[in-house]
């Protein structure tokens, strides 16, 4: 398992655990991200801050500090 933010862009990963509590781990998973989500890593800003990721057929931008506490395994 690794952090999200750990992934290299155009890799696709399936979602293990969103740990973390209260109003950050609300946000995550109001995003649509849950455990066994399928989730594409776009782009990453040159400082690694943003991260564009695609879930369910949407773009979203996430913030480093937030795809910290998301933990996933790397597709085939």
Not at 4 to 14: A, D, M
């Given at each position: 398992?690794?952090?999200?933010?750990?992934?290299?862009?155009?890799?696709?990963?399936?979602?293990?655990?969103?740990?973390?509590?209260?109003?950050?781990?609300?946000r995550i998973m109001d995003m649509g991200i849950t455990?066994?989500?399928?989730?594409?890593?776009?782009?990453?800003?040159?400082?690694?801050?943003?991260?564009?990721?695609?879930?369910?057929?949407?773009?979203?931008?996430?913030?480093?500090?937030?795809?910290?506490?998301?933990?996933?395994?790397?597709?085939?």
């Open positions: 398992m690794k952090q999200l933010s750990k992934i290299n862009v155009g890799k696709n990963v399936k979602v293990i655990k969103v740990t973390g509590e209260g109003a950050l781990k609300r455990k066994d989500t399928n989730i594409f890593v776009r782009k990453t800003a040159p400082l690694g801050d943003p991260i564009e990721i695609s879930v369910r057929g949407y773009e979203l931008t996430i913030r480093k500090a937030d795809a910290n506490i998301i933990l996933v395994e790397e597709c085939e």
